[in-house]
Protein backbone atom coordinates (compact mmCIF):
# COMPACT_ATOMS: atom_id res chain seq x y z
CA UNK A 1 0.00 0.00 0.00
CA UNK A 2 2.85 2.46 1.01
CA UNK A 3 4.77 1.06 -2.06
CA UNK A 4 1.54 2.27 -4.55
CA UNK A 5 1.13 5.36 -2.51
CA UNK A 6 4.58 6.22 -3.21
CA UNK A 7 3.97 5.77 -6.89
CA UNK A 8 1.36 8.21 -6.84
CA UNK A 9 2.92 10.76 -5.05
CA UNK A 10 6.01 10.58 -7.07
CA UNK A 11 3.80 10.86 -10.38
CA UNK A 12 2.23 13.74 -9.05
CA UNK A 13 5.11 15.98 -8.79
CA UNK A 14 5.91 14.92 -12.17
CA UNK A 15 2.71 15.69 -13.75
CA UNK A 16 2.10 18.61 -11.78
CA UNK A 17 5.51 20.56 -13.32
CA UNK A 18 4.59 19.53 -16.71
CA UNK A 19 1.44 20.98 -16.28
CA UNK A 20 2.62 24.62 -15.37
CA UNK A 21 5.83 24.36 -17.37
CA UNK A 22 4.32 23.27 -20.60
CA UNK A 23 0.49 23.00 -20.08
CA UNK A 24 0.43 19.81 -21.22
CA UNK A 25 -2.03 18.48 -17.84
CA UNK A 26 0.80 15.98 -17.08
CA UNK A 27 -2.01 13.16 -18.85
CA UNK A 28 1.35 12.22 -21.05
CA UNK A 29 3.21 10.45 -18.52
CA UNK A 30 0.28 9.64 -16.42
CA UNK A 31 -1.36 7.67 -18.01
CA UNK A 32 1.50 5.45 -19.77
CA UNK A 33 2.22 4.96 -16.30
CA UNK A 34 -0.96 3.97 -15.24
CA UNK A 35 -1.61 1.49 -18.20
CA UNK A 36 1.33 0.01 -16.26
CA UNK A 37 0.53 0.04 -12.96
CA UNK A 38 -3.20 -1.05 -13.88
CA UNK A 39 -2.00 -4.24 -15.62
CA UNK A 40 0.40 -5.20 -12.82
CA UNK A 41 -2.15 -4.81 -10.57
CA UNK A 42 -4.41 -7.49 -12.53
CA UNK A 43 -7.13 -5.14 -14.04
CA UNK A 44 -9.12 -6.57 -16.54
CA UNK A 45 -7.28 -5.76 -19.99
CA UNK A 46 -10.45 -4.20 -21.79
CA UNK A 47 -10.81 -1.74 -18.96
CA UNK A 48 -6.93 -0.71 -18.32
CA UNK A 49 -6.47 1.80 -21.04
CA UNK A 50 -9.68 3.68 -20.21
CA UNK A 51 -9.62 3.96 -17.01
CA UNK A 52 -5.52 5.13 -16.99
CA UNK A 53 -7.46 8.07 -19.47
CA UNK A 54 -10.12 8.83 -17.46
CA UNK A 55 -8.17 8.84 -13.96
CA UNK A 56 -6.00 10.98 -15.82
CA UNK A 57 -8.46 13.07 -16.86
CA UNK A 58 -9.45 13.91 -13.24
CA UNK A 59 -6.55 14.39 -11.90
CA UNK A 60 -6.10 17.36 -14.70
CA UNK A 61 -9.33 19.48 -13.67
CA UNK A 62 -7.44 19.90 -10.24
CA UNK A 63 -3.53 20.74 -11.98
CA UNK A 64 -5.13 22.73 -14.16
CA UNK A 65 -6.46 25.11 -11.88
CA UNK A 66 -3.22 25.98 -9.65
CA UNK A 67 -1.33 26.05 -13.04
CA UNK A 68 -3.77 28.78 -14.67
CA UNK A 69 -3.65 30.49 -11.15
CA UNK A 70 0.13 30.82 -11.31
CA UNK A 71 0.48 31.95 -15.25
CA UNK A 72 -2.45 34.47 -14.54
CA UNK A 73 -0.33 35.96 -11.62
CA UNK A 74 1.98 36.53 -14.25
CA UNK A 75 -0.60 37.77 -16.97
CA UNK A 76 0.00 35.58 -19.64
CA UNK A 77 -3.33 34.16 -19.35
CA UNK A 78 -5.19 35.27 -22.84
CA UNK A 79 -8.61 35.01 -21.54
CA UNK A 80 -10.54 36.50 -24.79
CA UNK A 81 -8.68 33.59 -26.56
CA UNK A 82 -10.03 31.05 -23.89
CA UNK A 83 -13.55 31.70 -23.98
CA UNK A 84 -13.41 31.82 -27.69
CA UNK A 85 -11.84 27.85 -27.24
CA UNK A 86 -13.77 26.80 -23.87
CA UNK A 87 -17.23 26.31 -25.56
CA UNK A 88 -16.07 24.03 -28.49
CA UNK A 89 -13.52 22.01 -26.28
CA UNK A 90 -16.47 21.08 -23.46
CA UNK A 91 -18.81 19.57 -26.80
CA UNK A 92 -15.67 17.82 -28.16
CA UNK A 93 -14.33 16.95 -24.66
CA UNK A 94 -17.41 14.83 -24.65
CA UNK A 95 -17.85 13.81 -27.44
CA UNK A 96 -14.53 12.05 -27.39
CA UNK A 97 -15.20 10.15 -23.92
CA UNK A 98 -18.03 8.39 -26.23
CA UNK A 99 -15.94 7.61 -29.13
CA UNK A 100 -12.98 6.02 -26.48
CA UNK A 101 -15.54 4.06 -25.06
CA UNK A 102 -16.24 2.04 -28.03
CA UNK A 103 -12.27 1.52 -29.02
CA UNK A 104 -10.41 -1.58 -28.55
CA UNK A 105 -8.26 -1.41 -25.86
CA UNK A 106 -5.02 -2.59 -28.12
CA UNK A 107 -6.03 0.01 -30.56
CA UNK A 108 -6.70 2.95 -28.05
CA UNK A 109 -2.70 1.89 -26.87
CA UNK A 110 -1.63 2.21 -30.67
CA UNK A 111 -3.47 5.71 -31.65
CA UNK A 112 -2.01 7.22 -27.91
CA UNK A 113 1.23 6.47 -29.14
CA UNK A 114 1.08 7.35 -32.59
CA UNK A 115 -0.12 10.72 -31.47
CA UNK A 116 2.52 11.38 -29.09
CA UNK A 117 4.96 10.53 -31.34
CA UNK A 118 3.97 12.46 -34.30
CA UNK A 119 3.47 15.51 -32.17
CA UNK A 120 6.82 15.44 -30.63
CA UNK A 121 8.29 15.11 -34.35
CA UNK A 122 6.72 18.34 -35.44
CA UNK A 123 7.84 20.61 -32.47
CA UNK A 124 11.03 19.45 -33.34
CA UNK A 125 10.82 20.52 -37.04
CA UNK A 126 8.56 23.13 -36.99
CA UNK A 127 10.02 27.02 -35.98
CA UNK A 128 8.43 29.01 -33.75
CA UNK A 129 6.31 31.70 -35.29
CA UNK A 130 6.28 35.51 -34.75
CA UNK A 131 4.00 36.74 -31.65
CA UNK A 132 0.49 37.11 -32.70
CA UNK A 133 -1.38 40.45 -33.63
CA UNK A 134 -4.81 42.14 -33.67
CA UNK A 135 -5.57 41.60 -37.32
CA UNK A 136 -4.07 37.73 -37.51
CA UNK A 137 -6.55 36.70 -34.41
CA UNK A 138 -9.44 37.00 -36.21
CA UNK A 139 -8.85 34.51 -38.56
CA UNK A 140 -7.91 32.06 -36.29
CA UNK A 141 -10.86 29.13 -36.21
CA UNK A 142 -11.71 28.30 -32.68
CA UNK A 143 -14.52 26.31 -33.55
CA UNK A 144 -13.25 23.30 -35.02
CA UNK A 145 -10.05 23.85 -33.39
CA UNK A 146 -11.46 23.06 -30.00
CA UNK A 147 -13.42 21.02 -30.75
CA UNK A 148 -11.16 18.60 -32.42
CA UNK A 149 -8.54 19.62 -29.15
CA UNK A 150 -11.67 18.52 -27.11
CA UNK A 151 -12.23 15.17 -28.56
CA UNK A 152 -8.50 14.03 -28.97
CA UNK A 153 -7.86 15.32 -25.22
CA UNK A 154 -10.77 13.32 -23.80
CA UNK A 155 -9.67 10.15 -25.79
CA UNK A 156 -6.04 10.69 -24.99
CA UNK A 157 -6.67 11.06 -21.13
CA UNK A 158 -4.44 14.71 -21.84
CA UNK A 159 -5.05 18.72 -20.71
CA UNK A 160 -4.82 19.32 -24.35
CA UNK A 161 -1.37 20.94 -24.63
CA UNK A 162 -0.04 18.70 -26.51
CA UNK A 163 -2.22 19.85 -29.32
CA UNK A 164 -3.17 23.32 -28.15
CA UNK A 165 0.42 24.59 -27.83
CA UNK A 166 2.03 23.95 -31.27
CA UNK A 167 -1.70 25.08 -32.82
CA UNK A 168 -1.40 28.71 -31.08
CA UNK A 169 2.30 28.80 -31.81
CA UNK A 170 1.40 28.45 -35.05
CA UNK A 171 -0.99 30.87 -35.02
CA UNK A 172 0.63 33.07 -33.97
CA UNK A 173 0.93 33.25 -29.88
CA UNK A 174 4.11 33.36 -28.54
CA UNK A 175 5.45 29.93 -26.68
CA UNK A 176 5.15 31.22 -23.11
CA UNK A 177 1.18 32.65 -23.67
CA UNK A 178 0.10 29.32 -25.64
CA UNK A 179 1.48 27.57 -23.02
CA UNK A 180 -0.60 29.60 -20.16
CA UNK A 181 -3.78 29.51 -22.65
CA UNK A 182 -3.31 25.84 -22.85
CA UNK A 183 -3.20 25.13 -18.98
CA UNK A 184 -6.62 27.60 -18.78
CA UNK A 185 -8.45 25.09 -21.22
CA UNK A 186 -7.19 22.12 -19.42
CA UNK A 187 -9.98 22.88 -17.17
CA UNK A 188 -12.92 22.40 -18.95
CA UNK A 189 -11.28 19.09 -21.22
CA UNK A 190 -10.88 17.48 -17.76
CA UNK A 191 -14.30 18.36 -16.31
CA UNK A 192 -16.46 17.22 -19.49
CA UNK A 193 -14.39 14.55 -19.86
CA UNK A 194 -14.12 13.07 -16.71
CA UNK A 195 -17.97 13.56 -16.00
CA UNK A 196 -18.37 12.03 -19.61
CA UNK A 197 -15.96 9.10 -18.30
CA UNK A 198 -17.91 8.33 -14.61
CA UNK A 199 -21.06 8.28 -16.33
CA UNK A 200 -20.12 5.68 -18.92
CA UNK A 201 -18.47 3.46 -16.47
CA UNK A 202 -21.10 3.70 -14.41
CA UNK A 203 -22.80 0.10 -14.80
CA UNK A 204 -19.54 -1.63 -15.73
CA UNK A 205 -17.84 -4.43 -13.10
CA UNK A 206 -14.87 -2.25 -12.35
CA UNK A 207 -12.20 -3.11 -9.76
CA UNK A 208 -13.17 -1.52 -6.17
CA UNK A 209 -12.50 2.11 -5.77
CA UNK A 210 -13.40 3.56 -9.20
CA UNK A 211 -15.99 5.61 -10.04
CA UNK A 212 -17.25 4.99 -13.16
CA UNK A 213 -13.90 4.52 -15.10
CA UNK A 214 -11.98 6.45 -12.54
CA UNK A 215 -9.63 5.13 -10.11
CA UNK A 216 -10.25 7.07 -6.75
CA UNK A 217 -6.87 5.77 -5.07
CA UNK A 218 -4.98 6.88 -7.80
CA UNK A 219 -6.87 10.22 -8.46
CA UNK A 220 -6.05 10.78 -4.65
CA UNK A 221 -2.52 10.21 -4.59
CA UNK A 222 -1.70 11.95 -7.90
CA UNK A 223 -3.84 15.15 -6.85
CA UNK A 224 -1.87 15.60 -3.94
CA UNK A 225 1.31 16.77 -5.05
CA UNK A 226 0.37 17.80 -8.73
CA UNK A 227 -1.43 20.80 -7.44
CA UNK A 228 1.54 22.19 -5.38
CA UNK A 229 3.54 21.31 -8.33
CA UNK A 230 1.99 23.00 -10.82
CA UNK A 231 2.69 26.50 -9.63
CA UNK A 232 6.55 25.35 -9.85
CA UNK A 233 6.46 24.06 -13.72
CA UNK A 234 4.47 27.54 -14.30
CA UNK A 235 7.37 29.83 -12.61
CA UNK A 236 10.28 27.42 -14.38
CA UNK A 237 8.43 27.73 -17.12
CA UNK A 238 8.41 31.85 -17.57
CA UNK A 239 12.42 31.32 -16.88
CA UNK A 240 13.05 29.11 -19.69
CA UNK A 241 13.82 30.38 -23.47
CA UNK A 242 11.37 29.64 -25.78
CA UNK A 243 13.72 27.37 -27.93
CA UNK A 244 14.59 25.19 -24.62
CA UNK A 245 11.29 25.34 -23.87
CA UNK A 246 9.63 23.59 -27.43
CA UNK A 247 12.82 20.98 -27.50
CA UNK A 248 12.13 20.20 -23.83
CA UNK A 249 8.39 19.50 -24.67
CA UNK A 250 9.18 17.91 -27.97
CA UNK A 251 11.76 15.21 -25.64
CA UNK A 252 8.92 14.67 -22.88
CA UNK A 253 6.20 13.71 -25.41
CA UNK A 254 8.39 11.34 -27.96
CA UNK A 255 9.61 9.20 -24.70
CA UNK A 256 5.83 9.20 -23.27
CA UNK A 257 4.89 7.85 -26.92
CA UNK A 258 7.75 5.68 -27.19
CA UNK A 259 7.58 3.86 -23.98
CA UNK A 260 3.77 3.52 -24.84
CA UNK A 261 4.03 2.41 -28.55
CA UNK A 262 6.44 -0.43 -26.91
CA UNK A 263 3.89 -1.73 -23.81
CA UNK A 264 1.05 -1.88 -26.46
CA UNK A 265 3.39 -4.15 -29.37
CA UNK A 266 4.75 -6.16 -26.34
Known sequence: ??????????????????????????????????VWHFTQRGFPDDS??????????????????????????????????????APAILAGSVIGSVIADL??????????????LYAALRMLLKPVS??????????????????????????????GGTLSVPLLVRWGYPVHSAVAISSACGFPIAVAGTATYIALGWNNTLPGGSLGYVYLPALAGIMLTSVPFAPLGAHLAHRLSTQR??????????????????????
Open 1 to 34: MLEELALYLGFGCLAGLLSGLMGIGGGIVIVPFL
Open 48 to 85: VMIMAVATSLATIAFTSISATLAHHRRGAVDWDSVKQL
Open 103 to 116: LPARAFKLIFAGFL
Open 130 to 159: APANEEFATTRPFGWAGTAIGALSAILGIG
Open 245 to 266: LRILLAMVVGLSGGKLLWQAIT
